[in-house]
């Protein structure tokens, strides 16, 4: 099973366990997050980083999930990439996360990461109001 790191702002990655927790009633495994303040300085994090990582890698892979491309979580998680075997992900939502808990069990990690992307591209969308 591919493990699943969540490296974010704040709360925001716990915030996407919990949703994920919520719709598919349970929490996953090898499933992980670290939230990064503004007070945080990015060097004492990585130590903490690279054990949250490797509790979740069980021998097939981590893909790390990010918020912001460019912001002090993504460049903690660059750090932390070894392609092909921890990979990363920035843009973290709730449809990206689904589809890796969904396809993490049956597929190789690159086939996971394009899976993911398209689900979370797949899950913004321009919603048109209209009468119940």
């Known amino acids: 099973m591919i493990g699943i790191f969540l490296l974010t702002h ?5 915030s996407l366990i ?7 009633n349970r929490r996953p495994r090898q499933l992980a997050q670290l939230g990064v303040s503004a007070q945080d300085d990015p060097l004492d994090l990585l130590p903490t980083a690279r054990d949250w990582l490797a509790q979740v890698d069980g021998g097939k892979g981590v893909i790390v999930l990010t918020d912001i491309f460019g912001a002090t979580p993504s460049n ?3 750090k932390l990439i070894q392609p092909g075997r921890v990979e990363g992900i920035a843009g973290a939502n709730l449809p990206m996360l689904l589809r890796i808990l969904t396809y993490r069990d049956k597929h190789d990690i ?3 990461i394009q899976k993911a992307i398209a689900g979370g591209c ?5 919603m048109k109001g209209g009468s119940l």
């Not at 797949?122 to 321009?126: F, P, Q």
Request: proline residues 0%.
């Open 10 to 14: 704040g709360t925001l990655g716990e």
């Open 18 to 24: 919990q949703c994920a927790c919520h719709v598919l």
């Open 76 to 78: 903690i998680a660059m």
């Open 110 to 112: 690159e086939t996971v």
């Open 122 to 126: 797949d899950g913004v969308l321009h």
